[in-house]
Each structure stands twice: as C-alpha cells, then as structure tokens.
C-alpha cells in the first residue's frame, strides 16, 4: 500500500513558503491602506500620523498643526488627544504628528536630524494633502515644545505661528536666524518636571525672552490680562504688540504643573483663525 503521508521535509518546506505568502500579501495589504489616525505614513525608520478635520471637502487647501508629541510618546498619541486633536478636527485644520527617534526628540542644538526630519514630514504630507502652506502652525508639549522652539528657530519665517506648552530652548541667548510670526507660550509656575525658566531677578516674563529679542519686541509695551477656560484652568496673559514687522509674543501662565491645559489650544485656533 502507498504511503499517503507527505514527507517531513517537504511539509516543513511547504508550511514555510505558505508563512512567507501570507506576510508578503499582509505587508501588501498594509501598504495600500492610507495613512490616517493611528495608521503610520512611513518616512524611513520612522513616520508620522496625520488627522483631517471633519467635514474636510476633500481638495479645499488645508492649514496645518505640526504637533510634536512629548517624551516617551508617538504621533498616535497626539492624533487621540482630547486637547489637541478635538480642537483641529473642528477648525479645519490638518493635525500631523511626528515620531520622534526612540520616542524623544533632539532639541539641544543646531546639529540635530529632527529638524530636517520634520521639513521630510511637511513634504511628504503635501504629496498627501492639499497643505495651505502660508498657514503652517507649530506646537508641542514638554520636549516637543522645546522641539517646536527648535524648528521655529531654524525656519521661524515659515512658521506663522508657534503654539508651545511647557517647554523652551535651553538656552534663551540661542542664536536663531528669525522668529515665528505669532509666538504663543503657555507655563505653569509650579511645574516641577520642566521648571518656569525665571529670569536672573525673578521676571515672569523671561520664558519668551528669546522671541522678544528676535522679534524685536518693545520690552515696556506689554499689556496684562487674564482669562479662563474652567475655574481651575485660568491664565495671566502678557501680550507685545509691539515687535518689528508685526510679529506679536504672548505668554500665558497659570499657577498649576506640568500638563496641557483645558481649552488652551482651542483658544489659540480661535485667535488664529480669527480677527488678531
């Protein structure tokens, strides 16, 4: 009687060509699928996530929030985030997201991949998008707020506007070529993971300093207010209007820690957009 059996050898080859058929029309599937959300559009050995907004037409030109994300976190985070991407999904606005290497950023001097990294990410997006690139917006939270200094000090002129939580360049005497059109900083005095950066004799107004200085802000024209979002989350604003080619610096702090507040980007949005 012939035996029926498939021969060991032979299974074994045919059980792992079968696994490298699968992966290969897995990894195909994969690709063809569009980047959006929590699915990576990849750059290299890392990538970004990108969100439209509701009610996007589909081919009217979109502003953009280059968000980057804070220590130990991914893109995906931030296209999730409540604070973030709730306030750009409903102001027509497109929210992208990049990776940071080992999920961290390279902020502390000029040297550094990021900054190219993330002029890749725009250009990528904009083969994806149709991105309005006179509205290109830059923020980010604790050491993506400091990444977010560190790309608007390199290309501060494409920058119309920065949105920075809790976060600043090391060194405020950085030696950037221009400032952001619109600058706008939130800080908590009593954060205790990216200290308030005081100045020598105790200013409230040092964390800008650098964009006062390369704006060409009139240090004795800044005007004080106050505003709130909830009873907890109320802010002292300091605003100069008075800079060199109308490039205004604002500086919001309230009395908590290290988080992004409730309402604060939404508000920066409302600004923008709007009426200054």
Same mark, same amino acid.
């Given at each position: 009687?012939r035996?029926?059996?498939?021969?060991?050898g *032979? *299974?074994?080859?045919?059980?792992?060509? +079968?696994l490298?058929m699968?992966?290969?029309?897995?990894?195909?599937?994969?690709?063809?699928?569009?980047?959006h959300?929590?699915?990576?559009?990849?750059?290299?050995?890392r990538g970004?996530h990108?969100?439209?907004?509701?009610? @996007?037409?589909?081919?009217s030109?979109?502003?953009?929030?280059?968000?980057?994300?804070? @220590?130990?976190?991914?893109?995906?985070?931030?296209?999730?985030?409540?604070?973030?991407?709730a306030?750009?999904?409903?102001?027509?606005?497109?929210?992208?997201a990049?990776?940071?290497l080992?999920?961290?950023?390279? +902020?502390?001097?000029?040297?550094?991949?990021? #900054?190219?990294?993330?002029?890749?990410?725009?250009?990528?997006?904009?083969?994806?998008?149709p991105i309005?690139?006179?509205?290109?917006?830059? &923020?980010?939270?604790?050491?993506?707020?400091?990444?977010a200094?560190r790309?608007?000090?390199?290309?501060?002129?494409? #920058?119309?506007?920065?949105?920075?939580?809790s976060?600043?360049?090391?060194d405020?005497?950085?030696p950037?070529?221009?400032?952001?059109?619109?600058?706008?900083?939130?800080?908590?005095l009593?954060?205790? #993971?990216?200290?308030?950066?005081?100045?020598?004799?105790?200013?409230?107004?040092?964390?800008v300093?650098?964009?006062?200085?390369?704006?060409g802000?009139?240090?004795?024209?800044?005007? #004080?207010? &106050?505003?709130?979002?909830?009873?907890?989350?109320?802010?002292?604003?300091?605003?100069?209007?008075?800079?060199?080619?109308e490039?205004?610096?604002?500086?919001?702090?309230h009395p908590?820690?290290?988080?992004?507040?409730?309402?604060?980007?939404?508000?920066?949005?409302?600004?923008?957009?709007?009426?200054?």
């Open positions: 009687m035996n029926s059996l498939v021969p060991a *032979l *299974l074994i080859v045919s059980i792992a060509a +079968f490298a699968m992966a290969h029309q897995i990894k195909a599937e994969a690709s063809s699928v569009p980047c959300g929590e699915v990576v559009c990849p750059i290299g050995e970004y990108a969100l439209e907004p509701d009610d @996007w037409d589909g081919t030109k979109l502003p953009v929030l280059l968000h980057f994300h804070g @220590w130990k976190r991914q893109g995906y985070h931030v296209v999730k985030h409540p604070r973030i991407a306030a750009t999904r409903t102001k027509g606005i497109l929210l992208i990049p990776n940071g080992n999920r961290s950023w390279d +902020f502390w001097g000029k040297d550094t991949d990021d #900054v190219p990294f993330a002029l890749e990410v725009l250009e990528d997006a904009a083969k994806r998008w309005d690139q006179s509205r290109i917006y830059v &923020s980010g939270y604790s050491w993506g707020s400091s990444m200094w790309f608007a000090c390199h290309h501060g002129n494409r #920058v119309a506007a920065l949105l920075a939580i976060g600043v360049l090391p405020q005497n950085e950037c070529e221009t400032g952001p059109l619109n600058v706008r900083h939130v800080h908590g009593k954060d205790t #993971v990216l200290d308030f950066p005081y100045g020598p004799k105790g200013e409230l107004t040092h964390p300093r650098l964009w006062l200085d390369k704006n802000c009139d240090d004795g024209t800044d005007t #004080v207010s &106050s505003w709130n979002v909830t009873k907890k989350d109320n802010f002292i604003r300091h605003t100069w209007l008075n800079c060199r080619n490039k205004p610096v604002r500086l919001d702090i908590r820690g290290h988080f992004i507040p409730s309402g604060w980007i939404n508000r920066q949005l409302d600004e923008i957009l709007g009426p200054e």
